[in-house]
């Protein structure tokens, strides 16, 4: 057969190539590579040469520029982790907003292997000036608002930066990064949006002022209705609901409600159903303490009888956010995690 | 690199399959088969020897049983034709309706051989009771409003079942039909939606009576608000918008606005653009005179000063059928043809 019984990859734009995972009908606890969202701000860089060495400067006591190899044999960081696009659900937002229209599958978990940049910036030393770690990918070009190139650069809080867990990442389920998701080199930030996880690392700066690129300062901004305008950072709570599909039709019966649910802050502690948006019950949670970058599976047994039924689903975590029945709607339409709802009949 | 540059199909279900076409981002005239939509109401059916034979009875002089190398060995007929689902772009109908939740993808276009019907149905002669030709496909199942398995089949008046580019299709884009799109026989009903155009074809039947199966009387029927139920046949005057993407920014200057528009009753006479919803200019089609199943390119020059405006895009065929403002609404959801809308932001 010419193609299997498979789902692949669903494209929202070609230049640059931006594609979602088909996220309702994975099972996977290891997205495979090929399955992992694409967000991209530009078209891919070429890998050169160069692209193997990673100088380390500015606010740091000696610049050192580490070679593709060096990185490789520190002492490895591993864990599974999810990633989401900060854009993710945006086609949901009402009023709309302007931007890339993702629906739910701007999200992707693998095995991720790297270093700790804590280690390479313990071999540059730090300055005490030093107030952020600046990061520049390899991809640039033309944004709408401007007409010079400009590279993708983000920076973290040093705070954030030092935490054992971001890493300088090369592998991703036991394999080098694909081209596509940042070969050779990677910034990995769990427990943030996308954005900050920087693919194709040029350089690293230490810097000793507030970066104010246009993908920090001006993109990946939450702007409010009626509040000040505010950073976009860590993952909010959020979930889907991956069976049933929204308006399915389904026989009379046992059903069994499932989906995934994740935080950047904190464990998932509840996961709770309601056919109503008033009353609601936990659904079971199938946890997995080990892996705190991870999302959550969870289930709910339904015995279903004839009629038409909205479903709706939301989360909580650790640190006690819970999903909002309407979502926070901002200008660019970032950080959308209203309850999931699926409207099903049955007959 | 382990994919391309490319779109895939979109997966609405995967039991059944259901996937539709990346049909924003194909410029092509023939839809390749690894792209063409895929809509099934069961799993696939397995291909025995017996699939190769093709038995018609009933009302006729003569039943006849034809070999597949009897089929490929008549004269054929050959034409490029596009088949469009009945539910294509349910999921904007507005109040929403259940069934598999297809954007715009469920169309596809490519180049169908086979012989006609009505080359076969000359072989059998038909008596002067003959008021039907029913059509069975291999594929069978349990639907939800029934325990009983059922076969998937449609039946055509006789006056579509004789019009000689009604054909049984053997061939797609100068190959044989994939396993996935009715190998290795399928009905094709140029005009009519997809539905109409049964796969795995397993026998013909010439019958005297108005055919009542659940895909002829209970789905792919029109359940309007405040009329009577009427059958869903011929494909809709309708079109698309390929570019500018909705939701998109975009960079002030020149844009082509593009996409195609079609009809399953004449020719496409008219693309018309509008920003407003009231004032209309004629786009440029790109007319294929030979070609009557086809979809019509169409462009529309357009110099974007800064702004968000709403672009509309209404065809009109030469029946004088133009698409509606707002779509037929009807309970199942078929024959969406509302004008299609892009929203933009110029920057």
């Known amino acids: 057969m010419d193609d299997l019984n498979k789902p692949f990859l ?3 734009s070609l230049y640059p190539e931006n594609q979602e995972t088909p996220i309702k009908f994975l099972p996977h606890h290891l997205i495979p590579t090929n399955y992992h969202f694409k967000r991209n701000h530009f078209n891919y860089p070429k890998i050169l040469t160069q692209n193997f060495l ?4 500015g606010e740091v006591v000696k610049s050192v520029t580490f070679y593709f190899n060096q990185i490789i044999n520190f002492p490895a960081t591993t864990f599974t982790g999810l990633l ?9 937002f009402d009023p709309k907003t302007f931007g890339e229209q993702w629906e739910e599958g701007a999200i ?3 095995r991720w292997r790297g270093v700790s940049l804590s280690k390479l910036l313990s071999q540059t030393g730090l300055t005490t000036d030093a107030k952020e770690v600046l990061f520049e990918g390899y991809d640039f070009g033309k944004r709408e608002d401007s007409d010079n190139y400009v590279p993708f650069a983000r920076s973290l809080p040093l705070k954030i930066a ?4 971001t890493i300088i990442a090369y592998e991703y389920n036991d394999k080098l990064l ?5 070969f050779p080199l990677r910034l990995i930030v769990p427990g943030w949006y996308g954005m900050a996880s920087v693919k194709w690392l040029k350089k690293i700066t230490v810097i000793n002022y507030p970066f104010t690129g246009p993908f920090q300062a001006i993109d ?12 976009v950072t860590t993952t909010n709570v959020n979930s889907i609901i991956q069976y049933p599909l929204n308006y399915s039709i389904l026989d009379a019966g046992n059903h069994t409600i499932e989906g995934i649910a994740w935080s950047g802050e904190g464990d998932i502690t509840t996961v709770e159903i309601s056919f109503d948006g008033l009353h609601w019950s936990n659904a079971v949670l199938l946890k997995n303490t080990t892996e705190p970058y991870t999302w959550t599976k969870w289930k709910y047994q339904w015995n279903a009888l004839e009629g038409e039924y909205t479903i709706f689903c939301r989360a909580t975590d650790s640190k006690g956010r819970r999903q909002p029945m309407n979502a926070f709607w901002n200008k660019k339409g970032y950080g959308y995690n209203a309850t999931p709802k699926a409207h099903v009949k049955i007959t």
Chains 1, 2 share one sequence.
């Open 10 to 12: 669903i494209t929202k």
């Open 54 to 57: 990673l100088p380390i400067s």
């Open 84 to 92: 989401e696009c900060a854009g993710n659900n945006r086609s949901k």
């Open 108 to 110: 992707s978990q693998g």
């Open 162 to 165: 030092l935490h054992p867990d």
């Open 178 to 182: 694909s081209i596509k998701h940042g």
């Open 220 to 231: 990946y901004v939450y702007y409010p209705k009626d509040i000040e305008p505010f950073p």
